[in-house]
């Protein structure tokens, strides 16, 4: 395509308001990419992409944007700030729009607004089967950091001896900070205050220790703790998984062989991603789709 064309791509700031059509490109996106590869796609309706994209495009936690040619919207990239740590997408782009550089102007745009931020580190997930995404995101300076399997289903086992999980509280957010900061280097706290005020938030105790902590369990989700026992007791606790399900390190595989024996199934591969800051986890976590 001419870099006439290219140079038509305009970047804008995304409003409440394009939640409906960027959603329906969303969801388009998604389901056109998955069905060709023989996956599900990530949202059951083009009504659940709008409506997250809708909360999103308003959350002071996200910097939104959409793209437009001629006029007419033709995708959208979201940038999660909450973070020292900032986590890209949903991006989407229509697929009548393909090869006009929608999406590398989508990433550049919140890769210099995280520059701008001085975060510390950017990181996605890729469908590791798009092998679009993945070499527009190597060619952006992206290093593939851990193989990821969507797993689903509904755990056999319901609880872990010797551990307890409860709903996640307010007091809880320091002991679960010091937790992020031991396993990763940095922590989550903002995103952990919004789901305990959502009610999603879980925690786990050994000892009468927390253990691990879990934002929900989910696709948007994340999960920290010290052991593999840890995050199976809390996913053990969870009568279903949000979304398309919670994304298992696969190089982790211990707790892997653990979800396959309790009756969880793999719904796809996935690969995180980074650029700056990525220390190697010293202990057992599950990432969201964001990071």
Known sequence: MSSSL???VLIRAATANDGIICGQICYEAFAKLNAKHGFPCDFPGPEAASGLLSIMF???????????????????NCLDERSTIAGVGPITV??????????????????????????????LVQAAFHNRSLSLYANLGF??????????????????????????????????????????????????????????????ERGGTI??????????????????????????SAESFGGPGILVPSRNTALLRWCLANGLHVVQPMTLMSIGLYNEPAGA?????LF
Request: some cysteine; glycine content about 8%.
């Open 143 to 204: 290093d593939v950091r851990e193989p990821l399997s969507c797993v689903q289903g509904q755990p056999r086992e319901r609880n872990v001896p010797g551990c307890t999980v409860r709903a996640a509280q307010s007091s809880d957010i320091d002991a679960c900070n010091a937790l992020s900061r031991r396993v990763h280097g940095f922590d989550r706290g903002t995103e952990l205050a919004q789901a305990i005020q959502e009610g999603t938030a879980k925690v786990v």
């Open 6 to 8: 290219q140079s038509e």
């Open 94 to 123: 229509d697929p009548d729009a393909q090869n006009l550089g929608v999406g590398r102007k989508l990433m550049q745009v919140v890769m210099d607004r995280a520059a701008s931020r001085r975060a510390a580190g950017i990181r």
């Open 285 to 289: 976590w599950l990432p969201s789709i």
């Open 58 to 76: 308003s959350s002071p936690g996200f910097y939104c944007v959409v793209a437009e040619n001629a006029g007419r919207v033709v995708g959208s």
């Open 211 to 236: 253990t691990g902590y879990a934002s929900g369990l989910a696709f948007f989700s994340h999960a920290t703790a010290e052991s593999n026992l840890d995050v199976q007791a809390l996913i053990a």
